[in-house]
C-alpha cells in the first residue's frame, strides 16, 4: 500500500471520529477503569491498608520532618520509618525521597492523617491540579479550542493519570506550574511566569531546557522572577529545615542517578533519551547515543524558537508545545508518569491539526494507551517504543513551525476566526507578517 493511501485511509478514519463518539469512548473507558481500581480497592488488603508506591516516600518524608527533620534524607531512618506503615517496606523495599527540601514544607500536612487519609488526601490534590491545567490550556485556544466535554472525558479517562494516582507521584504539580507559567507568558506577564516556574526546581530536571532559553531570548524579566522565587523557597527550605540538607539532598540524588546506568531498574519505563539507548547499548554508546539525539532536538527546538516571539501569537503555541516535548526526552531521569506533561504540546496542538500529518493521531493514540501496553506486556519490549513517538511529535512541531515561518510567521486568527474552518494542508492561510 502506498504511503498515500495510508494517509487517506487514516483521514477518513479520523473523519468518522466526532467530539461526540470521543466524549462516550473516554466515559466508558473512565468509567472501567475506575470500576477495576474500586476492586482492588474491595478486594486487594494490600491497596486498602497502603495504596500507591511511590507515595510511601513522600509520606515517610511527611513523618520524619515531624520528629527527626535533620534526617529526611537519611535512608537508614527513611527505611524504619516507612516500615511502620508500608508492607512493602517491611519487606524490604526502600523508597528514597529525592525531592528539594523546600518542596518537604508541602507534605508537612499530610503527617497529621493516617497514611490511607494522607493518600487519598494527595489524590484528591492531584486530580484537581491536573483538570485546572486541563481547561486553563482548553481555554487559552485562540482559533478553535477542543470541545470541553470531549477534552475533560479524555483527560479524565487518560491511562497515565491512573498511572500517576496509583503511584502518587508529583507529576500534575509540574503540569499545573507549566500550565500557569504558559497562561501568564501569554498575558504579557513575564516576571510572574519565571516566578512560577522556578517551584519545578523541587525536580530541577524539568528547567533543563526552559533556564537556559530564557537567557538565550533575553528574557530579563523572566529571569528576575525566577531568581526572586528561586531564592525565597531555598531560603524557605533551609529555614524550615537546614541548608545543609540541600547537601543531602543533592548526595541522594546523585546516587539514584546511578540506577539507570547500572540497569537496576527497568528501563522500558523510562521515557528519556537516555534511557532508550542504555536499555540497548553499553555505557559509554548510550551516551554517545543519547548526544546524537539530543543535539537534533536541541536543532529542532531553536529552529521553532528562532526569530522574533509573539506571545500573543498561535506561534507561541508551537514553540511552547515543542519546550514541553523537548524536556521529556532530555530529563536524566523520567518515568511513563512524567507523559502527563503531553497534556500541554496535545492541546497546544489542536488549532494546528489540518497542518500536521495524520500519522500523528497515531502516535498521539499510542502516547496515550501506552502506559496501559507497558503494564499488559511487561519487560517484553525489545526496544522502548516511548522515546521514538515522542521524537516524532518533535519533528512534526518543527515541519509546522517551518510551514508557517514560510508564509510569513504568525497564524492569521481574524481569517480563521471569521471563516470557522480550518485551512487545509494544501492551504496554509497564514498572515504575511515577517517575522
Given amino acids: 500500500m502506498k504511503i498515500c493511501d495510508i494517509s487517506l485511509s487514516l483521514d477518513k478514519a479520523l473523519a468518522f471520529v466526532s467530539a461526540k463518539r470521543v466524549f462516550v469512548y473516554a466515559l466508558v473507558l473512565a468509567l472501567l477503569t475506575q ?52 508492607a512493602g517496606a517491611r519487606n524490604g523495599i526502600h523508597w528514597p ?16 492523617f493516617s497514611y490511607a487519609g494522607a493518600f487519598w488526601l494527595w489524590t484528591l490534590f492531584t486530580v484537581t491540579l491536573y483538570i485546572v491545567s486541563v481547561i486553563l490550556l482548553n481555554l487559552s485556544a485562540r482559533i478553535r479550542r477542543p470541545p470541553v466535554k470531549a477534552t475533560l ?6 491511562p497515565v493519570l491512573y498511572w500517576l494516582i496509583l503511584t502518587g507521584q508529583t507529576t500534575a504539580i509540574a503540569l499545573f506550574i507549566w500550565t500557569l507559567s504558559f497562561v501568564f507568558m501569554r498575558q504579557g ?42 531564592v525565597s523557597i531555598i531560603v524557605l527550605g533551609g529555614f524550615m529545615f537546614s541548608l545543609d540538607s540541600y547537601w ?21 519505563h523510562y521515557v528519556t533519551v537516555y534511557g532508550f539507548f542504555r536499555q540497548l547499548l553499553p555505557q559509554v554508546w548510550a551516551l554517545c547515543g543519547a548526544g546524537l539525539a539530543s543535539s537534533i532536538l536541541i536543532y529542532w527546538l531553536w529552529k521553532v524558537w528562532r526569530g522574533v516571539m509573539n506571545f500573543e501569537s498561535g506561534v507561541f503555541d508551537l514553540q511552547y508545545a515543542s ?10 531521569h523520567g518515568f511513563v508518569y512524567d507523559l502527563l506533561l503531553l497534556t500541554i504540546p496535545v492541546l497546544l496542538l489542536y488549532q494546528y491539526r489540518s497542518l500536521l500529518s495524520p500519522y500523528y493521531m497515531v502516535v498521539l493514540l ?29 519533528f512534526e512541531i518543527y515541519q509546522v513551525s517551518k510551514k508557517i515561518a514560510a508564509d510569513g510567521g504568525k497564524w492569521n486568527y481574524d481569517k480563521s476566526m471569521a471563516s470557522g474552518i480550518y485551512p487545509q494542508r494544501e492551504k496554509i492561510g497564514l498572515a504575511s507578517n515577517s517575522s
Fill in 248 to 268: 543531602q539532598y543533592i548526595e541522594a540524588v546523585g546516587q539514584q542517578a546511578g540506577r539507570i546506568e547500572n540497569l537496576t531498574q527497568p528501563l522500558s
Fill in 35 to 86: 470500576v477495576v481500581i474500586l476492586a482492588l480497592y474491595i478486594h486487594v488488603a494490600r491497596f486498602v491498608e497502603s495504596p500507591g508506591t511511590d507515595f510511601v516516600q513522600f509520606y515517610g518524608a511527611a513523618l520524619l520532618s515531624g520528629v527527626h527533620p535533620d534526617k529526611i534524607y537519611d535512608s537508614q531512618s527513611q527505611m524504619e520509618i516507612q516500615r511502620q506503615f508500608s
Fill in 153 to 158: 472525558a479524555v483527560a479524565g479517562a487518560a
Fill in 323 to 332: 519546550l514541553v516535548t523537548t524536556t521529556l526526552l532530555l530529563m536524566y
Fill in 97 to 112: 525521597y529525592l525531592h528539594a527540601p523546600f518542596f518537604t514544607v508541602l507534605l508537612i500536612p499530610l503527617r497529621w
Fill in 189 to 230: 506577564r513575564f516576571f510572574w511566569a519565571g516566578f512560577v516556574l522556578a517551584f519545578l526546581s523541587y525536580r530541577a530536571q524539568y528547567l533543563t531546557i526552559i533556564l537556559p532559553l530564557l537567557f538565550l531570548r533575553r528574557m530579563w524579566s523572566g529571569v528576575f522572577g525566577f531568581s526572586t522565587a528561586f
Fill in 366 to 394: 499510542f502516547l496515550y494507551f501506552v502506559p496501559y501496553i507497558l503494564l499488559v506486556f511487561r519487560g517484553q519490549f525489545l526496544i522502548n517504543p516511548i522515546q521514538p513517538a515522542l521524537m516524532f511529535l518533535c
